[in-house]
């Protein structure tokens, strides 16, 4: 009976879906401290040197460890700031990453539990530690204890864009040491993290928090600065001992289909930009609106696909996603499909978008689409081929939103012919993220073409200890040949 009780993982409360369609807050409320010490309580503890989900994560939390902690203390501040000062080491962003990490197919799909009964909520677990340490001022408190005692002075590093990767990047070499400066080119830090996630699934005064540790750490930000435009790499380069480039990829792929410069076809990009960051939602209180149709199609059916639709429908839109492959093939997370569905999303599956139909005022009216099949044969992602029937299918809309993918912004290395860029448009790096420019890094999206925030974020460490070791070693080098 205990074991049939343990097998289940202890849920997290979430708000109704009636609720909240209504507003921008966060749908999971995450759990309490008697919720996680539960949840805690079912971990089969396994030796952290060798435990599978340890080793699945790509920043390698000690999570046994962790988890231990809040097993162990029953009085809720000492277990936090403990499992918090384990998750330190390896993640400085857990209230992020607990939220928008695909855990599923990362430390929970490795979880030794998960042979047994369902996968321990590692995600959860470390969203309640990194939530209730910051509602608490625990965070503050271990910060005050772990701030460098030593004046930033091993170096001066310049670090370009202010999303996950970059600011990973810039907290490691804080900690030991080095004077940091991030440029970015948006009035504020976060990158993807702040324009492209919506407030239901990440609070922006979670990222806005981990921002400010980061100031604190002595990490500068230079704001409204595009390198490229405003300041050149090689200026930047004169100044500073080594450059991390993590601008990530901001520039949407859109459809080459007729219509697609109909009034109300969107990026998925610019549509979630305008509400996020601009906060179009709340027009006229905030200057940039955003005019979302009745009927909405959605193309495509990654998180990105996911996040506008659920947007969407806060602004009152009844939404389809159009989807060319099968459910078994749709790329976002699963509980933001479930998420998804709950708010009344519906899907279309084995639909290929061939043209957009408008109206007399160059308005959009309905989404042709070809009707497809899946075939036996998988791609090299493992997904089922498909193949057109030569049926088609007209949908009535008045907005699409294209969410098929971002590449790299050029203007990055447009007038810097040092940089080697490979064929797919995304930087050339080496084994320890280094790019054709010796003491310039670069990594995350606009290395990997689009990667999760964990990966950018686990290059964002990497880079850190290769920089730390390039500047370490360049001076060595000076001083000998000064000798
Ligand atoms: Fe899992 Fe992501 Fe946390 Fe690693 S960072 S433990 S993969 S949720
Ligand atoms: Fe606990 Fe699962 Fe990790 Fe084992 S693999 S330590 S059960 S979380």
Redesign the pocket.
Same mark, same amino acid.
């Given at each position: 009976m205990k074991e049939a009780v343990t097998a289940r993982r202890v849920p997290t409360p979430e708000r109704p879906p009636e609720q909240r369609l209504r507003d921008f807050d966060e749908v999971n409320l995450g759990y309490t401290f008697e919720l996680a010490v539960e949840e805690a309580k079912r #971990?089969?503890? /396994?030796p952290v040197e060798e $435990?599978? #989900?340890?080793k699945a994560c790509p920043v390698h939390i000690k999570?046994?460890l962790f988890?231990e902690k809040l097993r162990r203390y029953s009085d809720a501040r000492t277990a936090v700031k403990e499992a918090l000062r384990v998750i330190w080491r390896d993640n400085l962003l857990p209230a992020i990453t607990g939220r928008v990490c695909p855990q599923e197919l990362l /430390?929970e799909a490795? #979880? $030794?539990?998960?042979r047994v009964g369902e996968?321990?909520n590692?995600g959860k677990l470390e969203r309640f530690v990194a939530d209730y340490a910051r509602e608490h001022g625990i965070d503050d408190e271990l910060l005050e204890e772990q701030l460098p005692r030593v004046e930033a002075k091993r170096g001066r590093v310049a670090v370009i864009g202010a999303g996950p990767s970059s600011l990973t990047c810039a907290s490691e070499l804080a900690k030991i040491g080095y004077k940091v400066t991030i440029f970015e080119a948006l009035h504020k830090p976060g990158g993807v993290l702040l324009f492209g996630v919506p407030e239901f699934r990440l609070p922006k005064k979670v990222l806005e928090k981990e921002v400010e540790r980061l100031k604190r750490l002595g990490v500068e930000f230079k704001l409204n600065c595009i390198v490229g435009k405003t300041i050149t790499l090689d200026e930047i380069r004169r100044e500073y001992d080594a450059v991390f480039i993590a601008t990530g990829a901001g520039t949407p792929k859109l459809l080459n289909i007729p219509g697609i410069l109909l009034n109300d076809v969107y990026s998925a990009n610019e549509f979630l930009t305008r509400v996020n960051l601009m906060k179009a939602h709340k027009f006229p209180e905030y200057d940039t609106p955003v005019r979302v149709g009745r009927k909405v199609i959605v193309i495509g059916a990654g998180n990105t696909a996911m996040d506008a639709a659920r947007t969407a429908r806060r602004l009152g839109a009844e939404v389809i996603i159009a989807y060319r492959r099968g459910r078994e093939d749709v790329t976002a997370r699963a509980e933001e499909v479930r998420h998804a569905l709950e708010e009344g999303v519906r899907f279309m599956f084995f639909v290929t978008p061939i043209e957009i139909l408008g109206d007399e005022r160059g308005n959009v009216r309905a989404v042709k689409f070809m009707k497809m099949k899946p075939l036996e044969e998988r791609n090299r992602e493992s997904k089922r081929k498909i193949m057109p029937t030569g049926e088609t299918v007209v949908v009535e809309a008045d907005t699409v939103i294209i969410a098929i993918g971002l590449v790299p912004n050029k203007l990055i290395w447009e007038n810097v012919p040092e940089l080697e860029v490979t064929s797919e448009g995304t930087l050339k790096v080496d084994g320890d993220l280094m790019t054709s420019i010796p003491g310039v890094f670069a990594g995350g999206d606009i290395v990997r073409g689009e990667a999760t925030v964990i990966e950018g974020m686990g290059d964002g460490r990497k880079a850190a200890k290769a920089i730390h070791q390039y500047i370490q070693r360049s001076k060595h080098q000076q001083a000998i040949l000064k000798v």
């Open positions: #971990c089969l503890q /396994c $435990a599978p #989900c340890a999570i046994p988890i /430390c490795a #979880c $030794a539990k998960g996968p321990i590692i």
